[in-house]
């Protein structure tokens, strides 16, 4: 017989009664009967329940064990009784009697119990990891992540693309996030960085004459934690393709992230739709209009519309003055709301105050008739041709942003998402992808009065060479695009600027000198000047694709050892100092407070 088990937790059913075995794994619960103790025995696989009376002689050493423990049983299979058969786990219709029990390693109190589901806080749930990872829920939503990313291997082969490695010491790069820097032992003084992504990398295997690119890319970047992004480090499926146009990228992925979010709907019994293919695609510009956001929840119906004209001259005064100052005003509908009484509008205007606004106006209506200051300054044939603008119905009211342009989007935006959520608009059983494609070139910067970049600016600008020297450069719009689902950015994209002269003009546009672009880029910049194909890509985060399908609203629950809100790891305790010899052998000196001595 084997050391430690001849099956796993998950193995035993009715076939096996009568058959002695031997299981190992962990005391998950312990139940006294009376004389006759239960223990749920857990391992990777599963739960078999072990059974000890006066007659066993591992009852003794059983009752003592504390839970988590790690025990190993030998012991009879058992047929339950009909009543108390536990069709809710694989092996529920049997049971072992304990004949010997051997303790491999005894728990300690825990800190936070394994068996359940109780919500811990985050610095307890981290610095004991180890114990998190074994409770049900986060083990199924890691065993998830292997199987999506194994999922998504073989999707990337079938579609013809190969998986290459590219460095995790590189050159600090000026444009996006912070770096993480890694000093150089044998170049005193000198840093390398390490990637925030594989971006110039995988542009320069196009230039090497390779065609179609893919990895499952660790990319670390020194910025804040948020719910759908991990501080420090994540990863992403990053790839690249050679000779194609956006359309050509859509066409490689769109089947690659659908056939992944269709395997995986059922995940767990929960029976998910996906949407059909190809995905939608939407203009940037409309998507600022029609949602609030590059980033839209399509599984929320809810449209909204700008109405700035209606009020220009309006009875209403406030918002005709701001629409005759230049500002506007978007309305967002609210469905079936006759029911609702007052406080739910006011409620919705005091959520907008607590997000920093001004305010959220609303109009309500019953059966057709209109009420509020709004709708009775603004006259019934007013509210008549707004009703109609919004396709409202009789019993549906309306909520009004007002104010600048980006400030009435943004909460315009909000507001959707929120009506939505309280009106129960919006379906969880459901998977809905878009693309956002025609993002501007350049955007004005209003702190440093200048034009920049508003997106990536290496992207290959709509129009190329001849936009950049003869339109006004807020006008440009660049072959940029946005993989979205269910209001997560999934990634950002493009279609490369393959072309020095081309890029040079960019960067001179957003005050950037040749000098500076063959300094800062040169890598990729001199790449260029020796024949580059046409080329595009994108890089789907796999954090947030796993976070999705395991219907996870934070990152953390999908990722195996996570930071936490302050980038440490409290389970490592890192970051840490290190010894002054250290510090001597990279050429570095620490000016922090209780720097290690030497």
């Keep these: 017989m084997h050391a430690y088990r ?9 076939p096996h009664v009568g058959r002695t075995v031997r299981l190992s794994g962990w005391v998950h619960r312990k139940r006294d009967h009376g004389g006759v103790l239960f223990v749920d025995l857990r391992d990777h696989y599963g739960i078999t329940q072990i059974v000890a009376d006066s007659d066993s002689p591992a009852l003794a050493t059983l009752e003592q064990v504390r839970v988590e423990s790690v025990i190993t049983i030998d012991g009879v299979v058992k047929s339950r009784s009909e009543a ?12 072992v009697f304990a004949q010997g029990a051997v303790v491999q390693s005894a728990a300690q109190e825990l800190p936070l119990p394994v068996a359940g589901e109780a919500e811990y806080p985050e610095d307890v749930r981290l610095r004991y990891r180890f114990l998190d990872l074994r409770r049900e829920r986060i083990h199924a939503n890691i065993m998830l992540r292997s199987q999506v990313i194994a999922s998504i291997r073989r999707r990337m082969i079938e579609q013809g693309f190969t998986e290459f490695q590219t460095p995790i010491l590189t050159a600090s790069s000026p444009e996006g996030a912070r770096d993480y820097l890694v000093p150089s032992r044998v170049h005193p003084g000198k840093f390398y960085a390490l990637p925030q992504a594989p971006q110039m990398f995988k542009q320069l295997l196009m230039v090497a004459g390779f065609d179609r690119y893919f990895q499952i890319a660790p990319c670390f970047r020194d910025e804040d934690a948020r719910a759908d992004r991990s501080p420090g480090e994540f990863y992403q499926l990053d790839f690249e393709m050679s000779f194609v146009t956006q359309e050509d990228v859509f066409q490689a992925i769109e089947p690659v992230l659908h056939g992944l979010f269709s395997e995986f709907a059922d995940w767990q019994g929960r029976g998910r739709q996906v949407s059909a293919l190809p995905f939608p695609r939407i203009p940037y510009r409309e998507s600022m209009l029609r949602y609030g956001n590059d980033k839209p929840d399509l599984r929320n119906p809810l449209v909204i519309t700008d109405l700035s004209d209606q009020f220009r001259g309006s009875g209403f005064g406030r918002f005709a003055t701001i629409v005759e100052g230049g500002d506007v005003v978007r309305a967002i509908p609210a469905p079936n709301t ?5 406080k739910f509008f006011d409620d919705m205007n005091g959520w907008a105050q607590s997000e920093g606004f001004a305010g959220l106006g609303y109009a309500t209506r019953k059966g057709g008739e209109w009420g ?3 709708a009775k300054n603004h006259g019934e044939e007013g509210m008549a041709k707004i009703a109609e603008a919004l396709g409202l119905g009789p019993d549906d009211g ?6 600048k342009e980006a400030q009435a989007a943004k909460l315009a935006g909000l ?11 919006i379906d969880p059983n459901r998977f809905e992808f878009c693309w956002i494609v025609d993002f501007p070139m350049f955007e004005y910067d209003e702190d440093n009065r200048k034009v ?4 990536n600016p290496f992207s290959m600008p709509q129009g190329e060479l001849e936009a950049l020297e003869t339109l006004d450069p807020l006008d440009i719009l660049a072959y940029q695009y946005d993989i979205v689902c269910n209001g997560v950015e999934l990634s950002s994209g493009a279609i490369r600027n393959h072309r020095p002269e081309i890029m040079y003009k960019a960067f001179e546009i957003a005050g950037y000198s040749q000098a500076d672009v063959d300094r800062d880029f040169a890598g990729m910049i001199n790449a260029f000047k020796f024949g580059a194909p046409p080329h595009g890509g994108s890089a789907p985060g796999i954090d947030r694709m796993v976070m999705l399908l395991a219907g996870e609203p934070n990152i953390r ?10 980038a440490e790891d409290l389970m490592m305790g890192a970051p840490g100092l290190v010894s002054a010899k250290q510090l001597r052998e990279l050429n570095l000196r620490s000016t922090a407070d209780g720097a290690k001595a030497g």
């Design 452 to 455: 920049d970049f508003s997106h």
């Design 557 to 566: 629950e999908v990722v195996l050892f996570p930071m936490n809100q302050r």
């Design 372 to 374: 509020g200051p709004i």
């Design 84 to 95: 108390t058969v536990n069709t809710g786990l694989a092996t529920g219709a049997i049971e």
């Design 338 to 342: 006759a029911d609702r009484s007052r």
């Design 398 to 403: 309306v909520f009004f942003a007002a104010g």
């Design 6 to 14: 001849t099956h796993n937790c998950a193995a035993l059913s009715t």
């Design 415 to 425: 507001a959707r998402t929120r009506v939505g959520e309280q009106l129960g608009l």
